[in-house]
T-cell receptor, first 117, second 117 residues
Framework: AQSVTQLGSHVSVSEGALVLLRCNYS??????LFWYVQYPNQGLQLLLK??????LVKGINGFEAEFKKSETSFHLTKPSAHMSDAAEYFC???????????????FGQGTELSVKP | DAGVIQSPRHEVTEMGQEVTLRCKPI?????LFWYRQTMMRGLELLIY????????DSGMPEDRFSAKMPNASFSTLKIQPSEPRDSAVYFC???????????????FGEGSRLTVL
């Protein structure tokens, strides 16, 4: 079975500062990992995903995440926050479809990012 | 390509009324998911379909909720009778079910915001 824990339901940073959103996962098989972003009154859209091709994954809007198997982590970072980054961010894990609960994304509780001017 | 299309975007109804939410998945996607999002419970998977067949409805809260997928391009989520605690944003998402690898990546609609008075 898979699970995801996002550390911190709210994160606040100043504009131009580093963004770090934490995600730890649990999976009985090699996982696929995702970060989604949700802007107010919108659906979730994919920021980036890890599919075992490379441990450092680059996504849209300058975000990236690093898969660390030894730490079971997939933290999201951005070197310099912009006001437009204010949103809710969800980490998710899935397993290959043939695996138990495979093909189904399991989401974390979300982290709301605020960016101060 | 059009994304996942949901209707209505907003619905306000009175307790006891029937509510029907609609979803058109991305053409060619084999999987369709219904999620509910609330402040208290976050994102909850209600039910998902594969090739129009319900696969897992264990997240459906109770018998007042039902979902159908009569064809590959249309699904409904019905609540009858509705109650104030059903107030939430309901998301439909679809997934290709193909690709190498098939990660289960989800493509979300904009959501239907339901308010039950």
């Amino acid at each position: 079975a898979q699970s995801v824990t996002q550390l911190g339901s709210h994160v606040s940073v100043s504009e131009g500062a580093l963004v770090l959103l934490r995600c730890n996962y649990s999976s009985s098989v090699p996982p696929y990992l995702f970060w989604y972003v949700q802007y107010p009154n919108q659906g979730l859209q994919l920021l980036l995903k890890y599919t075992s091709a490379a441990t450092l994954v680059k996504g849209i809007n300058g975000f990236e995440a690093e898969f660390k198997k030894s730490e079971t982590s997939f933290h999201l970072t951005k070197p310099s926050a912009h006001m437009s980054d204010a949103a809710e961010y969800f980490c998710a894990v899935s397993a290959p479809r043939g695996a138990n609960q495979g093909g189904k994304l399991i989401f974390g509780q979300g982290t709301e990012l605020s960016v101060k001017p | 390509d059009a994304g996942v299309i949901q209707s209505p975007r907003h619905e306000v109804t009175e307790m006891g009324q029937e509510v029907t939410l609609r979803c058109k998945p991305i053409s060619g996607h084999d999987y369709l998911f219904w999620y509910r999002q609330t402040m208290m419970r976050g994102l909850e998977l209600l039910i998902y379909f594969n090739n129009n067949v319900p696969i897992d409805d264990s997240g459906m809260p109770e018998d007042r909720f039902s979902a159908k997928m009569p064809n590959a391009s249309f699904s409904t989520l019905k609540i009858q009778p509705s109650e104030p605690r059903d107030s939430a944003v309901y998301f439909c998402a679809s997934s290709p079910g193909t690709g190498e690898p098939d990660t289960g990546e989800l493509f979300f609609g904009e959501g239907s915001r339901l308010t039950v008075l």
